[in-house]
């Protein structure tokens, strides 16, 4: 009778742990806090892809009314993703200080209105100096993964994590399909010309986005037992220890390898979403909305896709323990790398169409179960080391755009090949990663353990456990 009396006592309406984060992920439910907070933290930024991903689908009208260059295009690109860099780096330790709400919605607020200014642009200068500003929003996917860690147990992370980045990536895809529908009710609507309808246009992502950045103030809460300055208060964190929690995670090995696979998928989807439409419009002669649509796959695969990454790294987790999430994501990984391969080489529409859908769901389902792998790296440094692997994808993204789509050097088909050839090569470093509780791809745990179960040894992060080695570095 004791255990059915604490359950009817408990403030929640899921299953929880020790540490009140629930045990259970029901995407359909908006209870509070867990559940609540899942469904701000993607529609939030959801918000903020959408808003970077809004310009991409109406370059080819921009190009021509601002007279952009290739040169400036590629270089826009990259400002778009080197924002981002600086700002996830600072969201994780922003997240470790003042907790995912604040840290959200300030960065969402704050970027709104760069994208809503685009209907300024007079300038090539001008346009890459927006692009640069409205990647900075992209940092809340590193607030969104915080939030779900914190609100969600080790036996579901993975699946909160996919789902949560995977339901928010999906602002891309609909900014690839709904910008180019708003451009031309614009026109035909409202007989606007081309100049004033494209600018126009930008006016409702930003919109959007503060409007979801105040829903996270007023109905979100950092943790299952309140918000995060209540917390740090309880345990009585000393401000001091910030040096250190950042020492940690920026020395910890696993970091900076995830960070350098995260690139490679998050940063390649990234790549793909700045260039395929523009890609299609100009290879194979399709019209700005069939360009949008087609675009718009690769967003919207992350529907399923990366959701099914962290499903898929959650099972192997249950399965094989930590050796079976790192199989899972090499494995993932290298399969899109093939299928980037292969769409640089397809010469027909169709079967393009059907190898970017396919490369789309692998590539997605490899960011899934990076971040199935992220949350067990470091639980004092946990904001840092999402901070880095979350940069990382947008340092890839520089990478790639400055190396394969900057200039002339390749042909556009010719460098999406050249991306698969760096996904696959990349995603190598993962043999590498090792954790003595729990082994890696080759070898077994060098740590004796009191249970033999992996699920349960995946536990040992909320158990105040003092194995320095694979908690706290």
Not at 210 to 230: E, F
Not at 415 to 425: A, P, T
Request: one cysteine or more; hydrophobic letters at 45%; charged letters at 10%.
């Amino acid at each position: 009778m004791e255990p059915q009396s604490l359950k009817l006592q408990s403030p929640f309406s899921l299953p929880v742990d020790s540490d009140s984060k629930a045990t259970e992920f029901r995407p359909l439910q908006i209870s509070s806090p867990h559940m609540r907070a899942f469904h701000l933290a993607w529609l939030s930024l959801f918000s903020c892809f959408f808003s970077t991903f809004s310009i991409p689908p109406l370059l080819p009208i921009i190009r021509d009314d601002l007279k952009l260059t290739e040169t400036d295009i590629g270089n826009a690109g990259i400002a778009s993703f080197v924002g981002s860099i600086f700002s996830r780096l600072a969201m994780g330790p922003a997240c470790d200080l003042m907790g995912p709400r604040l840290a959200s919605a300030t960065l969402s607020l704050a970027t709104a209105p760069i994208i809503m200014s685009a209907s300024l642009v007079t300038s090539p200068t001008c346009f890459i100096l927006i692009r640069f500003g409205v990647g900075f929003s992209l940092a809340n996917f590193v607030a969104s993964q915080f939030w779900m860690t914190s609100m969600f147990s080790p036996s579901v992370v993975g699946l909160a994590n996919g789902v949560s980045a995977g339901w928010a990536n999906m602002g891309a895809g609909v900014a690839q399909l709904v910008m180019p529908q708003i451009y031309y009710l614009l026109i035909s609507l409202l007989d606007l010309p081309v100049s004033t309808a494209w600018r126009v246009s930008f006016l409702i992502p930003g919109l959007f986005q503060a409007v979801t950045a105040i829903m996270v103030l007023a109905y979100g809460q950092d943790l299952p037992s309140g918000s995060y300055k209540d917390f740090r208060k309880a345990i009585k964190t000393p401000e001091e220890n910030f040096s250190e929690m950042l020492y940690n995670g920026l020395t910890n090995y696993r970091g900076w390898i995830l960070a350098l696979t995260y690139g490679y998928c998050f940063g390649s989807e990234l790549t793909t979403d700045n260039i395929i439409a523009q890609y299609f419009y100009d290879r194979f002669g399709v019209n700005l909305q069939v360009a949008g649509m087609i675009a718009a796959s690769v967003g919207l695969a992350n529907l399923f896709s990366r959701p099914m990454g962290g499903a898929l790294s959650d099972k192997m987790g249950r399965s094989f323990g930590m050796r079976g999430r790192l199989w899972g994501l090499w494995l993932v990984q290298t399969v899109a790398g093939l299928l980037c391969v292969l769409l640089g080489r397809v010469n027909s529409l169709w079967g393009s169409i059907a190898v970017l859908c396919i490369f789309s769901v692998f590539v997605q389902a490899a960011s899934g179960l990076t971040f199935g792998v992220v949350p067990f790296v470091s639980k004092r440094s946990l904001g840092v080391i999402a901070g880095m692997t979350g940069s990382g994808g947008t340092v890839g993204a520089v990478a790639t755009q400055m190396l394969l789509f900057s200039g002339s050097r390749f042909s556009t088909q010719t460098s999406i090949s050249l991306m698969g050839l760096m996904m696959i090569i990349c995603t190598l470093p993962v043999t590498f990663i090792y954790f003595p509780r729990w082994g890696g791809m080759f070898f077994r745990p060098s740590c004796n353990t009191s249970s033999s179960s992996p699920e349960e040894d995946y536990h040992l992060l909320h158990s105040g456990s003092d194995d320095k080695e694979s908690l706290y570095k």
